[in-house]
């Protein structure tokens, strides 16, 4: 699949909200601005007819195709996707995550070290989760690097190069 057909989540459906068929969003983006830049969700099967903020962090949001609360209950888990070629494009030094997962990871010297398979962020920065391959006891490993330029020194669209002291068990 080329990069920009890939899908990104932007927010994820956790529940109904009311019973006039809204429901209630956690966001992966930044923020309920980020998200009003798009009207149509899921290759066109939601279509955003209102969104606000719900104080929390979260959002409230409202879909054409959503008529009751029944209908907003099953949506419940439902993640909110849009093409990667509909989103805004970056600086330099700027990322999306879900650029980053299923990329190589090498060390500075060529070492192969696994592959991106998470990439997170507990407050501190982001953190890139990467998964060796099997050992010769036939499990896999993982480790996490801070995406900051002491440990990823560089990146592009095929791989993530981590410095060598942050690639070592």
């Known amino acids: 699949m080329a990069d920009n057909d890939r899908t990104v989540t932007l927010a994820a459906v956790s529940g109904a909200h009311g019973v006039t068929g809204e429901v209630r969003l956690k966001l992966f983006g930044e923020g309920v601005a980020a998200l009003k830049r798009y009207r149509a969700f899921n290759d066109s099967t939601l279509t955003l007819k209102k969104l606000r903020d719900d104080g929390k962090g979260g959002a409230i949001a409202r879909f054409e195709e959503v008529a009751d609360r029944n209908a907003a209950e099953k949506l419940r888990g439902t993640a909110l996707t849009v093409p990667r070629s509909a989103m805004p494009e970056l600086e330099d030094g700027e990322y999306y995550f879900a650029d980053l997962i299923g990329l190589a990871a090498v060390s500075d010297t060529g070492e192969a070290l696994g592959t991106c398979?998470?990439?997170?962020?507990?407050?501190?920065?982001?953190?890139?989760?990467?998964?060796?391959?099997?050992?010769?006891?036939?499990?896999?490993?993982?480790?996490?690097?801070?995406?900051?330029?002491?440990?990823?020194?560089?990146w592009d669209h095929e791989k993530l190069v981590i410095a060598a002291a942050f690639a070592e068990e």
Request: proline share 11%; net charge negative; glycine share 10%.
């Open 117 to 154: 398979v998470a990439v997170e962020n507990f407050g501190a920065g982001d953190v890139v989760e990467i998964e060796r391959p099997p050992g010769e006891d036939g499990k896999r490993r993982r480790f996490m690097v801070p995406m900051n330029e002491a440990a990823v020194p560089e």
